[in-house]
């Protein structure tokens, strides 16, 4: 747990209540920047690097090789890890597909883009990592594979020259039209193929571990000998994916490194959130804060970027647009909220001992037919923050606490919320202080765009009832 008095003084624990009003931040932000462009420029001999953002829907990070899993689901991911510099604490934002990529192209809160859930698309007024890298000469693309990601209810296709969201296979069995890892990996390459403008920002999006998981042929980790049972058959057909769109991934990558796109860019693997695969009686995300839906794996390779190191500070999925830019020698937007990562991962700047990250989540499903009622409602249905080993979570409508030591309770099962203890109180305080300064700004996007059919496939994933 976070040490006594850590959560009163430092600018750790100030840095998100400054960045809401930000000069200072601004000035730090700037500087923080020319460290890294310099550094860069140095390593790429003065050009722009391409940059490609492989995610993957709903992949927990201990379900990933490199973080410690028993199983061998990931080999190809996790050689692309080994090369560069991969995070062990790292966390998206929200659990929530469209959300988090809202947040991560922006680089703000969920409660700033107006995408609060699946189906509400981000506002209009808010400069995407895409966009700003197209007003600087990259060519852009995204090949996607997930109905929330579609641009008519999403927004995400701003500053793209390819947005590829048409959908052409049955990827899930009631209603959803849906591209697997297979189809991605071809789309992509294709892209890759045609010799596009470099440098270029390739967005490659693999959803095959979202619900319902399925088996696929010759990636089967069901143990002959094992007692069947529907816990362990879940996690076995969810495995099952994770390792197909793995294979997938390694097909893309031979790709890149065929064309010796791997000597001049700069490859991030993400997840957009985790999964809960029946931990706290529940089997998905977006409904819960738990760390199986917000701890994801994070990791960069490319030129500059210190090999086979793993880092431990906290990072947050906010941090990723900023990072990004930096590489390219790009200031960042000046409304994002998250930090350039390059100066520590090159350690010019010693990682902070302590680093504060929010959490927020909305309701996955709306009851009702009507559209409107999605944007209608904008109070969250838990917010979060973390600090080191500490996590507190509270559930506005049900005025519920949660709090948990991670280091001695990493599966959340312990809820040490007293509201006679002091250390709840401080943080508790400081989580609803922050709440305070945004619920009534708070901004929705309108899902005016949606129709029958997305209704129908968002309906088919979960999200709409």
């Known amino acids: 747990m976070v040490r006594e008095g850590a959560a009163g003084t430092g600018s750790f624990w100030q840095r998100k209540e400054v960045m809401l009003d930000y000069p200072e931040m601004k000035a730090l932000k700037l500087l923080i920047f020319i460290f890294g462009a310099l550094a860069f420029t140095r390593v790429l001999g003065g050009t722009r690097p391409n940059l490609i953002l492989i995610s993957v829907d709903t992949l927990r990070q201990d379900h990933v090789s490199i973080y410690g899993y028993a199983r061998n689901a990931t080999p190809n991911a996790d050689r692309l890890m080994r090369t560069g510099t991969w995070f062990s604490s790292a966390h998206c934002n929200i659990p929530l597909t469209s959300p988090g990529f809202a947040s991560l192209m922006t680089s703000r809160y969920p409660h700033e883009t107006g995408s609060t859930r699946n189906g509400v698309p981000m506002v209009n007024d808010l400069e995407t990592l895409a966009e700003i890298l197209k007003k600087n000469g990259y060519a852009t693309a995204a090949v996607l594979s997930n109905w929330p990601l579609k641009k008519n209810i999403s927004n995400l296709q701003k500053g ?53 998981y399925l088996f696929h042929n010759g990636f089967n980790f069901a143990s002959k000998t094992q007692t069947p049972n529907k816990a ?59 760390e199986p839906s917000m701890r994801i794996p994070f990791g960069l390779s490319g030129p500059g970027i210190p090999a086979g190191k793993r880092v431990d500070a906290q990072i947050e999925l906010l941090d990723l647009a900023p990072t990004m830019l930096a590489y390219a020698g790009i200031a960042p937007g000046a409304a994002m909220r998250g930090r350039n990562l390059m100066p520590f991962i090159l350690g010019q700047k010693s990682w902070p001992e302590h680093f504060l990250v929010y959490f927020e989540t909305y309701p996955g499903a709306v009851r009702g037919e009507g559209a ?13 923050l973390k600090l080191d080993d500490l996590k507190v979570c509270f559930h506005p409508s049900g005025a519920r606490w949660e709090m948990y030591d991670l280091a001695g309770d990493a599966k959340e099962i312990r809820n040490l919320a007293d509201p006679a203890d002091q250390t709840f109180i401080r943080f508790s305080d400081h989580l609803l202080a922050w709440r305070r300064v945004w619920e009534k700004s708070a901004v929705s996007g309108q899902p005016d765009a949606m129709t029958l059919e997305d209704k129908k496939r968002l309906e088919a994933l979960g999200y709409l009832k």
């Open 232 to 290: 362990q058959d879940k996690i076995n057909a969810y495995d099952s994916e994770v390792a197909y769109a793995d294979y997938h991934i390694g097909v893309l990558l031979d790709q890149l490194r065929a064309r010796g796109l791997d000597q001049n860019s700069l490859i991030v693997f993400i997840a957009d959130h985790g999964e809960e695969l029946g931990e706290h009686g529940y089997t998905g995300h977006g409904r819960y804060l738990y």
């Open 160 to 212: 793209f020259d390819l947005y590829d969201d048409d959908f052409f296979r049955k990827r899930w069995i009631f209603f959803n039209s849906e591209r697997d890892a297979q189809g991605v990996t071809r789309q992509a390459s294709a892209w890759i193929d045609s010799n596009p403008q470099q440098p270029f920002f390739l967005w490659a999006h693999y959803s095959d571990p979202h619900q319902p």
């Open 372 to 384: 409107e009622k999605m944007v209608n409602v904008k109070d969250p249905i838990w917010i979060g």
